[in-house]
């Protein structure tokens, strides 16, 4: 099993940053591919970011890219993302996820990954 729990999240104006950490246990960092999704309120959930277990595969939304950095530190078991020149569409909760599959084809979809979060709520004001 393995456990994750997002931080990080919170009130921010445009044109803000702020960083999300994913903490996750039971498991090493370095055997999980990572990715983080996002729903709004009315939407359906959608990619944000991945990172592969060896970090030589990055991906990232298109809305996204540019202004959302994803990284691992394996030696704190932890992936990040730092976002930033954020805009009120960025709104949503966002959801840290993992996948303990050797290799994933696809890691910009969710039913790819075989753990989640609880989530934590991003909001940009404008």
């Known amino acids: 099993q393995v456990q994750l729990v997002e931080s990080g999240g919170g009130l921010v104006p445009a044109g803000g940053s702020l960083r999300l950490s994913c903490a996750a246990s039971?498991?090493?960092?370095?055997?999980?591919?990572m990715g983080w999704f996002r729903q709004a309120p009315g939407k359906e959930r959608e990619f944000v970011a991945a990172?592969?277990?060896?970090?030589?595969?990055?991906h990232y939304a298109g809305s996204v890219k540019g202004r959302f950095t994803i990284s691992r530190d394996n030696a704190k078991n932890a992936v990040n993302l730092q976002m930033n020149s954020l805009k009120p569409e960025d709104t949503a909760v966002y959801y840290c996820?993992?996948?303990?599959?050797?290799?994933?084809?696809?890691?910009?979809?969710?039913?790819?990954?075989?753990?989640w979060g609880q989530g934590t709520q991003v909001t940009v004001s404008s």
């Open positions: 996820s993992a996948s303990v599959a050797i290799f994933i084809a696809t890691l910009t979809r969710g039913d790819q990954y075989d753990y």
């Open positions: 039971g498991r090493a960092l370095s055997s999980l591919h």
């Open positions: 990172i592969s277990m060896t970090g030589d595969r990055i």
